[in-house]
């Protein structure tokens, strides 16, 4: 597992990586290229096992502490589940939290709202989730899901969310509180969110799943995760957060980029690369 966290600042605000663990999967999910130039990008084979990270980000100041993603729990197996322990380690309880701040509900976004029990991972937070998204998985009965997969979400986002039924605040667009802006960016799911922290004259975009396999996509962003609810608007909203964050050198933030999980897009001779300064 990688090193517990990894800290920058942002005006009044610092931005801190926890790691909840490693996820495991294969370029065969990518759709949006054939599987020959999928291969040659990525150097992977379609059924060759690709570790992804899985990252939280913690932003402390101004009397907030509001940390955006809530890792996986138990429910994803023995390689993820170590957010708690790690904002242990770091001397910021899960009790301490004072807002989870979700990019979208997906099992290794959401699930680790509570624990093995079902007993909230963050009882003393407020849950602030965009609102088509807990529309489309919270609200609608499990009978409305598409699909298996569709339903399973569902089902694990109702249990999730069931403990804090008195703290969730649904958003749009827009400032949240000074310095933390949502902002939609929907495909993956339908009302994934981006979060934008300001201060100083700098800003970072939090930017939740717009990237899955940076090796791949920021090459070719036209390529989709084989589990994006809608993978044509998905590819649409990557490259308008690519060409946005490249052209204001607007730092970023990804759950599933290599840990510590920051950077710059640069864009030259029409491509995306990511620097790390």
């Known amino acids: 597992m990688p090193d517990t966290s990894a800290t920058i600042t942002i005006g009044d605000y610092t931005i801190t990586t926890f790691s909840d663990g490693i996820f495991t999967t ?23 096992p690709v570790k ?18 809530a890792g996986t729990s138990d429910t994803l197996g023995p390689d993820m589940g170590f957010l ?25 976004h959401s699930n680790g709202l509570i624990d093995s029990t079902g007993a909230p991972s963050f009882p003393n937070a407020e849950v602030v989730v965009q609102e088509d998204e807990i529309k489309f998985w919270v609200d609608r009965d499990l009978s409305q899901g598409a699909n298996d997969r569709v339903r399973w979400n569902m089902g694990n986002a109702k249990k999730a969310f069931a403990p804090y039924a008195k703290q969730i605040t649904r958003i749009g667009d827009g400032e949240f509180m000074p310095g933390i802006i949502a902002m939609k960016s929907p495909g993956h799911t339908p009302g994934h ?27 070719r962003p036209e390529c989709a995760w084989g589990y994006d609810f809608d993978p044509a608007m998905s590819v649409r909203s990557r490259i308008a957060v690519l060409d946005q964050v490249s052209a204001d050198a607007t730092r970023i ?11 710059f897009i640069k864009k030259r001779a029409g491509r995306y690369f990511i620097e790390e300064e």
């Open 52 to 69: 992804l990270s899985v990252n939280a980000f913690l932003v402390e100041g101004r009397g907030v502490r509001a940390l955006v993603d």
């Open 84 to 108: 708690p322990e790690n904002l242990r380690k770091a001397g910021k309880p899960p009790e301490s939290i004072t807002h989870v701040l979700l990019t979208h509900i997906h099992p290794d």
């Open 253 to 263: 933030a990804g759950m599933h980029l290599d840990f510590p999980g920051f950077g």
């Open 193 to 219: 969110t981006c979060w934008t922290i300001e201060g100083g004259g700098k800003s970072l975009m939090i930017w939740g799943d717009t990237v899955h396999m940076s090796f791949l996509q920021l090459e």
């Open 26 to 48: 294969s370029v065969d999910l990518m759709i949006g290229a054939d599987k020959e130039t999928i291969q040659r990008i990525s150097g992977k084979k379609l059924d060759e």
